[in-house]
């Protein structure tokens, strides 16, 4: 090699030196993080009952669209408001105790169910030997106060269908069509749904029959006043629950044609409010069947601009038609709708169509209409393109809330992130609401959704679950088998 070339390899070498000694080494490139939905995979295969009750809790929710007044609320919550003075301005409320025969004595037209609630103001009434039968509630004993919250829920083995419609709506007694304390029991539960990070509630109640605090009659016009009213009261509107009403009416009863020729001229003239008309009832009670209604609804359409309409169909064991004869009464959306793979072409209609079917699957469960989980319809809706929601139904009966219906969906059906996300965004755009507010809600929520995946759904989920108080049901507790204790009943 000559010289020339020597130096010139000496000089190259050199400056290699020179380079790596000021030029760091190439850092490894760094993991990326995993996705929401690997981190959703990760946390159902391994997360405890209580950490998936908590991350499910603290999910951002949409609308709770299948929801009956009374039913839809604690039951704790119930019995606190007739016996504390100070939430139920100083009313008195009688229970019945005991049911024995009086000799000769006229029948009041009451249920004769045990925990029936009656006003001092009727119990007056009543001659001497029934008089006896009933108790002050403020006079009752703990194990009679115990019994009483009992029988307003299903929570003993071999209570059913025929408990739930026979008597457990009849031991509600006055107070949710009292004016007074009515709205004071939405607010408080709206509360409770605010904590759920629900947006939404869609409630069916009715507007005859309501009464003001000494019992007397009052107009639905006033019925709407009292709810309008309390609704714009700062606290409920702190709870970030938007809530709408639907006329619901009982669809086996002999006047039910004129109850839904009301209800539309009274929602055509209360829009602002009430969204939207149901039917409910037994559907094993033949004079209930939709096809009874197909010329009133015709009617009240050639009449009335157009007013949405979900409507409870398909609750049923058996195969019907219920659902079809429901759709062509102009039908919305569906509540329940547990027996339409038993209809191959109504569910072939349903499939990418417009329809909602209200889901609910505690509700299903309780009364027996879906006894095995994994034969329930909703999965196979959800993943055929049938538009689906989750709903609470009458959770203060179930003793339940709405995150006991996200666990049992997520447990039984291995549902995806997408496909989680996915029913709350449906409740929403199927929710019977303007236009504006109904976009308002949509944004809130994809916000939500995306913040939770930040602060929940990464590597660090489970650390991440400590930090969240969720309310637990004695549902919850008992079928999921939690260690976290029952909170459901506290009042704020």
């Known amino acids: 090699m000559s010289s020339t070339l020597r130096s010139a390899s000496a000089l190259l070498a050199l400056v290699s030196l020179a380079f790596f000694a000021v030029t760091p080494p190439r850092a490894h490139a760094a993991t990326p993080a995993p996705s929401p939905t690997a981190v959703f995979d990760d946390l159902k295969a391994h997360a405890t009952p209580d950490e998936l009750y908590r991350l499910l809790f603290a999910l951002p929710k949409g609308g709770d669209l299948h ?3 009374g039913g839809g609320v604690p039951m704790d919550y119930v019995v606190e408001y007739y016996t504390n003075p100070a939430r139920n301005r100083g009313q008195k409320f009688y229970l019945r105790t005991t ?3 009086v000799p000769g004595a006229p029948t009041p037209a009451l249920p004769e169910v045990l925990f029936h609630v009656v006003r001092e103001s009727t119990w007056k009434t009543f ?8 108790k002050l509630v403020t006079d009752l004993t703990a194990e009679e106060k115990s019994a009483w919250l009992s029988g307003l829920k299903l929570d003993l083995p071999g209570e059913g269908r025929d408990e739930f419609f026979e008597k457990t709506w009849f031991r509600l007694g006055p107070i949710f069509s009292d004016i007074t304390l009515g709205p004071d029991l939405l607010v408080e539960n709206m509360k409770a749904f605010g904590r759920e990070s629900v947006r939404y509630l869609e409630m069916q109640v009715s507007p005859w029959g309501g009464t003001d605090a000494d019992g007397q009659p009052v107009s639905p016009e006033a019925y709407y006043q009292a709810y309008q009213t309390r609704l714009a009261q700062p606290d409920a509107l702190a709870t970030g629950v938007t809530v709408r009403l639907q006329i619901i009416v009982l669809r086996f009863l002999p006047g039910a044609e004129a109850k839904i020729r009301d209800a539309f001229a009274f929602i055509d003239a209360h829009r602002d409010l009430f969204v939207g008309l149901n039917l409910a009832g037994r559907e094993d009670n033949g004079k209930g069947q939709a096809a009874r209604f197909t010329e009133v609804f015709r009617e009240m359409q050639r009449k009335f601009p157009r007013i949405p309409l979900a409507i409870h169909a398909g609750e049923s064991d058996e195969a019907n038609t ?18 339409i793979l038993k209809d191959p072409a109504t569910y072939l209609l349903l499939r990418n169509n417009r329809y909602l079917v209200e889901i609910n699957l505690v509700s299903n469960r309780v009364l027996e209409y879906v006894s095995d989980p994994l034969q329930h319809p909703f999965p196979v809706l959800l993943r055929t393109g049938v538009p689906v929601c989750l709903n609470t139904d009458d959770r203060g009966m179930w003793d339940s809330n709405f995150t006991d219906e996200y666990v049992t969906a997520v447990s039984h059906y291995n549902l995806s992130w997408a496909e989680v996300v996915s029913l709350a965004r449906t409740s929403l755009v199927h929710a019977f609401l303007d236009a504006p507010t109904k976009t308002r809600l949509l944004a809130d929520y994809e916000k939500a959704v995306s913040a939770y995946e930040v602060r929940y759904l990464t590597a660090d989920w489970r650390h991440a679950s400590t930090s969240i108080a969720p309310i637990v049901s004695n549902y919850g507790k008992k079928t999921f088998r939690l260690n976290a204790p029952v909170t459901l009943g506290e009042l704020r």
């Open 99 to 101: 049911i024995t025969h």
């Open 127 to 134: 001659l001497p030997a029934l008089r006896a039968q009933w």
């Open 67 to 69: 929801h009956h007044s």
């Open 322 to 339: 219920n659902i079809r004869d429901t759709l062509l009464l102009g039908a919305d959306r569906i509540g329940h709708g547990v027996n």
